[in-house]
Structures are given as structure tokens and as C-alpha cells.
């Protein structure tokens, strides 16, 4: 999809609703790199009627390992947020088709788009008639206030982010035992409407509204985390029965009937299962042998060139708006020194990042935070030798040259890193560059199930740190304000996202600015985003590698694949019959 | 009295060779015991040449990454690691072993370095944390057997049980979690520092954790020579304990400890490549064989030669030492063949 159009997806319109309205018109796009796939959306970003005739069977995934607890409202998972797609439902839901129209929020529960009052402050939506959990209970507005509620009860991962401009959530946030909105969340059961009022008007609420976080369960769901027990959703499969250790099997909802084809279609296969524990390696030899349908891992390096040449057809190769990137602690030598942290995004060659990451098929060089075609993003690149808009080369003189002015030289820097194939040897690269410019470097790898909180936790003392950020949702603000301002900064904590500790007051500014600019104009606010990455740059808290691509491998029974750039692959429209 | 005078026919016999040289001309008669020693020998030979290989002929630095690096083979300039051109072009495999001693004879990993640099290079740490770890086991080994077993007492009591509580834990259990512990804070004791990454870190580990094993069967053999007629009647003529360690139990236990040693090296080699291939011994940029089989891991169905070529050294140096190891003991030791062992 051409960089532009990304653009009137989101820049259009003054409010968020007109830029939701606006988006459905946008072109369609499979998203996939392999012309093999069958993308069953139409041009206009509309999903096709369902084919009754692929209807059944049981299709088979691999992972690696499990993904943790079931619970929608607590994962933060992409590998079950691409589950819970066909698992629940919000009041709004991004569009489930390919291509760009995936980026489009649709109603789901709502009958309609919300009615926004109150200078954007205020949401009212009317409920669905006639659906049913998976336990056979009727949705009602109470189920939708009680989700709400539940979101600060069991301490949603995004509960301080995302909802905590709805009102009375200051309060659920310190106490969130007993959390209750009676201001904030209202549903009225006689008229079917749920409202919510927002302390500020917040042009990207309905985006937060549209992921899992935000699903609706049934009234006097557990107040703690559901773990391995499944809770009863709305969408056209439920969970049978989950063991972390075993497999996740899905089955279709018995209370289903489809109300929306866009928010939440039927699915094809009968069953969905989910097996955990073999290797990446046996994983893409099992799809390879038609023993799986699709492998939720990304293939090892050396099997690459091997599916891309023997399996080409089952190859499905798709652009995310995400960012590879390093880290480098601002509150801790020797990248509390500007000079040195400049140092580094000078030295780092991204070409060589592109290659260990698969090869510039797989990724494309980055310098900026917003990734291209993102809004916001602007083609500028401050670290490139010779200068220029894109990425061409290392300066390494130049970064000598700073290393030896801050003074630097010599020290101590833990690099830290997941211990997975492509992770590591980007660090022993970085290593090996770090050494070169006149460091102590040591390579620290850690379980990818803890390296990213650990990295986060400023008792860690982590000084540099190779990490990756894909976005909640399509807004310049997911990326610069997440990773970036003040507010996420929280010294001691294993939730502190602003990893780098960067927190400039001046620059913190401008993106409550751009915030402020998105309630009434995004294009002004996007490029005020795109001013905001230029600042923060400057400063070089961060060195952005590579906005990588996603390689999805199929069976070759499998068809009728799609991408949804917000979920990714769309698991319950595959057809394996 | 007639005067006693020589026969000249008649020469005084000769003086018998030492225990050492007639250990030293049966372990010269042993064939596989000498080509097995010719064999290490050559090995320890081109592991030392590594700097000479690297500068001189292969022109690499094996500890730098060159991921955009290039080389030539066949007279044209190739990327060292090269992206897939055919299907959908995806993934970039490292450059497969050229034969040419100047160009990347046995490939590249996949941080661009050459292999056989690095195997040189990684051979040197290998043999040296072998070899120093199993003097130094061997030598508390025999400090320890040797006090233990001729005290007695209850000197004998606390070393025994000290050396069977660490014989209690798994081997490779225990070595790995000191290595987290040591990797991470390094070693101090008293005066003596070891900063974490060290090679002085594996070093420690191995001899440490294989004290018993060695130690264990020294202290029955002091036990026993303890009671040998010739020891109790030096006790009982009054000579001092250390008269008596050194003119008679010592050197009726160095061979046994000698025969230890290219044992424990080989097995001591083996522990720290399974130790740096579980990424707990040698730390990068360090390289060891163990470190390089964890590098080729990753690159098992494309460039296998990353990972079989430091295996099959580790798997040859090691039944070498082991044969060696076999001959220094039927030098050394003749009876302990008929018994079935050393141990």
C-alpha cells in the first residue's frame, strides 16, 4: 500500500469518527507479498460472503510455547490476540479483512458507530439484540459495564494507558479491588445503551475500544485473572479446553449467529487447536510434511531460503507497522553522556541488522521511530553518512570521533538481549561494534520471557537493550507517547515501556501538544507527531533499526489467507477443507 | 688371603634404568598411545599458530563481526553473508568452506567471522581450560587423597564428607550453576579476583567439581600405603611425617596422579564445551569449541561444517587424550591393567 494512502486512512477527517467513517473507503490490500495467497476481500475493503462449500474441518497450529493466561483482559499477547479475534467481542472491533481496511474500526456489539457528545467527552452506543455468550447467557449493558470495571479489577495491562481517561478511573487505578464507574461507564438496560464519559476527548478511543482489552464478558466473571480457565465470549469460537503445557483447542460457539460480517464473521474450520512445545525448527518441518497448517513462530534463519524457494506458494510475507530497536538508558553511564548515544546511532550499520534479521525482503532500514507509511512519519534520517532522507550507511569515524569527545571510552556496557537465534547474534554484533568504538562490551541473552521486563525494570540497570515495539493500534501517539513521554517512565517497575528513562520536559510538551491537535485536526496532528520524532531523535534515547516484515507459513491445504495489519493473519477465515 | 682381583672377561653389571625411563620406553613402544600423543601434539601445534593463520594468511580478525563484510572467491568479490536469490528471495546464508586458506577455508559463521580462524582460535581456550583445570584438580586431588587417607582420624572425616557432598551433586548440574553465579559476579577470594567472562572462571568450575573424582581413589591408595611395611617402619624409626610423605608416599602416588591427567583433560575438554555450548563457559568474543558449536546451531541446515568441524575435534582430541591417557597408565602403572582401571 502506497505510503500516501496510509495516510488518508487516518489523516482524514476532524474528529475520530469522521477518520473511522472516512477509512472504510480506502483501498483494500492483501498485504502479502506472495501473489499465491487468497485474499477474500474485495476492492473496497468489504469481506466477502462466507463460502459454506469450505465450511469444516480442523485446522491445525504449532507454537513454540504458550502464551500465558487466557483471559482477554489481561493477555498482551500477539499470539492470542490473533485467537481472540474469533474468541470475543468489544463494542467496536477493527474490520477482520486483508490489507489496509484491517486499520478501519467497525461497530461489533454496538449497532452502530457511538454517538460522541460533550466535545468528543462523551460516548453513547446501542447494543445488539439478541446475542449470547458461549454459556448461553444474554448480553446485556450490565455485561458491558461490569467488562469495564473488570479491566481495573484484574489490572489490565493497558488499564493506565488506554482507559484511564474514562471517569472515575483514577480511583479504580489506586484501588482496583471493588472498582466500580458509576460516572464513567452507564448503561441504561431499558433503552439497550451503554454511555461512557471520558475526562478529555480522545480522538483514539475508539481504537482502544476495538482490542481485546476492551472485550466484553459476562457480568460475575472472576474478578482476578481467569488464567488457564476460559472465559465465556461473544465470538463465533470458545475455548474447550487449554493446557500451556499442551495445546489450546477452540470449538465453535453453539450460541453464535453472525450479526456483522466485518466485525465478526463465522469462521470456516470446525475446530482451531493450538499445540505447544516442539522447536521452530520441527514446527516448520511439520507444516512442511502437511502435519500443521501454519506456525505462529517466526521460521528459524537458516529454513528461510529453504520455504522461500521449495514452499513459495505456502510463503505469506506481510509489512507491520513495527520497529526493531535499541535502547540506551539516558540515566545511566555511558549513555547519560548525548555525545555517546549519538555515538551509536552513527555506528550502527542497519544493513547488517536487516541482514541477521533475514535479509532485506524481511525488513527495511529505519531511522526514525514512526515507522514508514505511518502516520506521522516523515523520510529523514540524522545519523547516515553523507546525509540524506533514508538510511545508506554507518558513519563509523563520526562515532569514533563522539565516543572520544563524551569522554566514554573505556566503560562498561551490558548489552541485553532474548536469547533467540536472530536476537543474538544482533547483539554479538553489537558487541563486536561496541568494542570497536572502545567499549567494555558484554552480551547478556535472556529468556524471551523475561528479557523484556527485565530491560524495563530500572533496578536492572540496564544500560542498553535490543527491543521491538509493534503498534496497539495505527496512531503516531502508540509509538512516541508509549515508548517515549514522562508518563511512561516508572522508575522500578517491570511496566516501565519508556524504557530508555527519556523523559524531556520539552519535548514531553510537544506531544501533549500533538495530542491535544488530534481532537480537532490529525493532519496537523500528525505532522506535529512527525516534528515530536525529529526532537526526540535529536536526543537519541533510542536507534532504531529495521521495520521488520512478517513471514507466515502455511500448509498447503490451507486457503483463503488474509493479513490484517492490526491482527496480523486472520485464523478463523483460513479454509482447510 | 690371596689379593682379589677382576677377571677382566668379567664387567660390572649395568645399572637397571629408573622406574621413570623404563615407564617413559614402554610408553614409546605403545603405538596408538604415541600416534594418539603425535595426533594432540599436532593439534596443540596449529591452535597455537592461530594468530599466525589469522594475520599471516587468512588476513580476518575471528573476534569481529563483518555481517557486511565481503571476500573473494574465485577471483570475484562475493558478500560473506549472502542473501537468497532464488523463490522469494528470503533469508542470507553465510559463505560455505571455500578450501582456500586465504578465503574463508571452511566458510563463515553467521557474524561474518571465519570459521577456521575461530576453530584455531577456540581450540587454544579449549586445550588450555582443559589442560590447566586438570592440573589443578589433580593437584588438590592429591592434597587433599593424600592428607586425608594418611591423617585418618578426623581429618579424614571432614574432607571425606566435604568431597562427598560435592560428589553428591550432578556434575554439569553443579558446574552450571556456579558458572551462572561466577559469569555474573565473577570470583573473589582474598586477594585473588576473577572478573566475571574470564577463562579463569570455567577453569575453576571444572577442577573444582571433578576434585572428588580424583581425589577419592588417592586417599584408598595412601590408605593402603599407610600400612605397607616399608611406611610403618619409618613411622616406627622415627623419620617426621614429611620425611615420609616425601620420600615415600609421594612418589608412590605420582603416577597415579600423572595418569590422571590426560584423562581429566579430556575430560575436563569435554565439560567446558558442553558448558560454553550451554552459553555458562567460555563468554563471546572469547571463542571455544563448545562456543562455536552453539554458533552453528543456528546454521545446522545450511552450513552444517560450522557445527561438525569443532565436534569432530573435540570428539578426536579427546579419544586421543584418552588413548594417551590409556598408555601413561600401562607405562606408569602395569598392575593396574590386570586390576581392570586406575580407579
Redesign the interface.
Known amino acids: 500500500m502506497p505510503r500516501s494512502a496510509t495516510r488518508t486512512v487516518l489523516v482524514t477527517g476532524t474528529a475520530a469518527l469522521a477518520l473511522l467513517a472516512t477509512a472504510c473507503s480506502s483501498s483494500g490490500d492483501g498485504g502479502t ?2 501473489s499465491t495467497s487468497t485474499a477474500s476481500t474485495s476492492t473496497s475493503g468489504a469481506p466477502a460472503a462466507f463460502q459454506s462449500a469450505h465450511k469444516g474441518g480442523t485446522l491445525h497450529l504449532v507454537a513454540k510455547s504458550a502464551a500465558g493466561s487466557l483471559d482477554p483482559q489481561v493477555n498482551y499477547t500477539l499470539q492470542y490476540w490473533q485467537l481472540y479475534q474469533g474468541m470475543y467481542d468489544g463494542l467496536l472491533a477493527f474490520k477482520k479483512v486483508g490489507g489496509q481496511a484491517s486499520f478501519t474500526v467497525v461497530p461489533d456489539l454496538a449497532e452502530s458507530m457511538p454517538k460522541v457528545t460533550n466535545d468528543g467527552k462523551t460516548y453513547t452506543f446501542t447494543l445488539r439484540k439478541g446475542i449470547k455468550f458461549s454459556n448461553g447467557k444474554a448480553l446485556t449493558t450490565d455485561d458491558v459495564v461490569a467488562s469495564f470495571e473488570r479491566v481495573f479489577t484484574v489490572s489490565s495491562p493497558t488499564a493506565g494507558s488506554f482507559y484511564n481517561g474514562i471517569v472515575g478511573a483514577d480511583a479504580c487505578l489506586k484501588k482496583p479491588a471493588g472498582c466500580t464507574l458509576p460516572k464513567g461507564v452507564v448503561g441504561d438496560a431499558a433503552a439497550g445503551t451503554v454511555t461512557i464519559n471520558l475526562t478529555a476527548a480522545d480522538p483514539e478511543f475508539p481504537y482502544k475500544l476495538a482490542v481485546p482489552h476492551a472485550s466484553i464478558v459476562p457480568k460475575g466473571s472472576t474478578a482476578k485473572d481467569a488464567g488457564t480457565t476460559p472465559l465465556p465470549g461473544t465470538g463465533a469460537y470458545k475455548a474447550a479446553s487449554y493446557d500451556p503445557n499442551k495445546a489450546l483447542k477452540l470449538v465453535r460457539n453453539p450460541y453464535f449467529k453472525e450479526w456483522s460480517r466485518e466485525a465478526q464473521p463465522q469462521g470456516y474450520p470446525d475446530e482451531i487447536d493450538e499445540t505447544f512445545g516442539l522447536t521452530v ?1 520441527a514446527e516448520v518441518t511439520a507444516v512442511e510434511n502437511g502435519q500443521a497448517d501454519w506456525v505462529f513462530d517466526a521460521p ?11 514452499y ?1 506458494s505456502q ?1 505469506h ?1 506481510s509489512p507491520l507497522t513495527a520497529m526493531w530497536y535499541l535502547t540506551l538508558n539516558v540515566n545511566q553511564a555511558p549513555f547519560n553522556n548525548l555525545k555517546a548515544r549519538q555515538a551509536i546511532n552513527w555506528a550502527v ?1 542497519r ?2 541488522a536487516v ?2 534479521y ?5 525488513a527495511q532500514p529505519v531511522c526514525t521511530v514512526l515507522p514508514p507509511g505511518f502516520p506521522g512519519h516523515t523520510d529523514t534520517c540524522d545519523y547516515t553518512k553523507g546525509g540524506g532522507a533514508t538510511w545508506k550507511a554507518p558513519d563509523l569515524a563520526k562515532a569514533k570521533a563522539l565516543v572520544k569527545a563524551s569522554g566514554t571510552a573505556g566503560q562498561e556496557v551490558g548489552i541485553v538481549v532474548q ?1 533467540d ?1 536472530v536476537n543474538k ?1 544482533t547483539g ?2 553489537l ?3 561496541l ?2 568504538l572502545g567499549y567494555k562490551a ?2 547478556k ?1 535472556l529468556s524471551a520471557n523475561i528479557q523484556f521486563t527485565y530491560i524495563q525494570n530500572t533496578k536492572n540497570k540496564v544500560q542498553l537493550a535490543l527491543t521491538s515495539w509493534y503498534q496497539d493500534y495505527p496512531a503516531a501517539s502508540d509509538f512516541l507517547n508509549v515508548l517515549l513521554s514522562c508518563g511512561s517512565f516508572h522508575a522500578g517497575s517491570d511496566s516501565s515501556i519508556n524504557i530508555a528513562g527519556f523523559c524531556d520536559k520539552t519535548v514531553d510538551a510537544q506531544m501533549q501538544d500533538a495530542l491535544t491537535t488530534e481532537r480537532t485536526d490529525m493532519t496537523a496532528a500528525n505532522t506535529k507527531w512527525g516534528a515530536v520524532d525529529q526532537a526526540v531523535m535529536a536526543k537519541s534515547p533510542l536507534v532504531p533499526l529495521f521495520t521488520p516484515k512478517l ?1 507466515d507459513f502455511t500448509s498447503t491445504r490451507v486457503g483463503n489467507y488474509q493479513f490484517s495489519k492490526q491482527f496480523y493473519m486472520i485464523v478463523d477465515q483460513l479454509w482447510v477443507k | 688371603m690371596g689379593e682379589v682381583t677382576a677377571r677382566p672377561d668379567v664387567r660390572p653389571a649395568a645399572r637397571p634404568a629408573g622406574p621413570w625411563r623404563t615407564a617413559m620406553g614402554q610408553l614409546a613402544r605403545n603405538r596408538p598411545a604415541m600416534a594418539a600423543a603425535g595426533f594432540f601434539a599436532l593439534i596443540v601445534a596449529a591452535c597455537l599458530c592461530a594468530p599466525l593463520y589469522a594475520n599471516g594468511i587468512a588476513h580476518t580478525d575471528p ?3 563483518a ?2 563484510g565481503t571476500t573473494v572467491v574465485g577471483g570475484r568479490t562475493v558478500p560473506v ?1 549472502t ?2 536469490t ?8 553465510p559463505i560455505g568452506p571455500t578450501w582456500d586458506p586465504a578465503h574463508y577455508f571452511l566458510g563463515a559463521d ?2 561474518g567471522r571465519d570459521v577456521m580462524a575461530r576453530l584455531l582460535y577456540g581450540g587454544r581456550n579449549s586445550l588450555f581450560i582443559g589442560l590447566i583445570s586438570a592440573v589443578l584438580c589433580c593437584l588438590a586431588a592429591a592434597v587433599l587423597g593424600i592428607v586425608a587417607g594418611y591423617a585418618g582420624g578426623w581429618l579424614d572425616a571432614v574432607i571425606s564428607r566435604v568431597l562427598d557432598v560435592v560428589w553428591a551433586f550432578p556434575v554439569y548440574l553443579l558446574a552450571i550453576c556456579l558458572s551462572v553465579v561466577l559469569l555474573t559476579n565473577g570470583l573473589r577470594l582474598g586477594p585473588l579476583t576473577v572478573r ?2 574470564s577463562l579463569w572462571v570455567p577453569i575453576a568450575i571444572i577442577a573444582a567439581v571433578y576434585v572428588p573424582y580424583v581425589a577419592r581413589p588417592l586417599r584408598g591408595q595412601v590408605i593402603a600405603l599407610r600400612n605397607r611395611e616399608y611406611i610403618l617402619a619409618a613411622i616406627g624409626s622415627g623419620a617426621p611425617v614429611t620425611r615420609v610423605m616425601h620420600r615415600e608416599v609421594v612418589p608412590n602416588v605420582l603416577p597415579t596422579v600423572l595418569v590422571f591427567v590426560p584423562l581429566m583433560t579430556a575430560l575436563n575438554m569435554l565439560t567446558e564445551s558442553a558448558l560454553s555450548f550451554l ?1 555458562v563457559g567460555v ?3 572469547d571463542a571455544s569449541w563448545g562456543t562455536i558449536i552453539n554458533d552453528g ?7 552444517p561444517a560450522v557445527t561438525i568441524a569443532p565436534g569432530l575435534l573435540i570428539a578426536l582430541t579427546a579419544a586421543a587424550l584418552n588413548v594417551l591417557g590409556d598408555g601413561v597408565r600401562d607405562a606408569l602403572d602395569p598392575g593396574a591393567r590386570l586390576r581392570g582401571g586406575v580407579v
Open positions: 507479498a506472495n525448527e528459524p534463519a537458516d529454513r528461510l531460503n529453504e520455504i522461500g524457494t521449495k513459495a510463503v510475507v550499520d544493513s547488517a541482514r541477521l533475514g535479509g532485506t525482503n524481511l536469547d537465534e547474534s554479538e554484533y558487541q563486536s561494534l568494542t570497536q558484554t552480551l541473552p513471514v | 573476534f569481529r563481526s555481517v557486511s553473508l542473501p537468497s532464488t523463490g522469494l528471495g528470503l533469508g542470507v546464508t553467521n557474524q566475571p567472562g552459553s563468554q563471546a568474543p546451531l543456528g546454521l545446522l541446515y545450511t552450513r
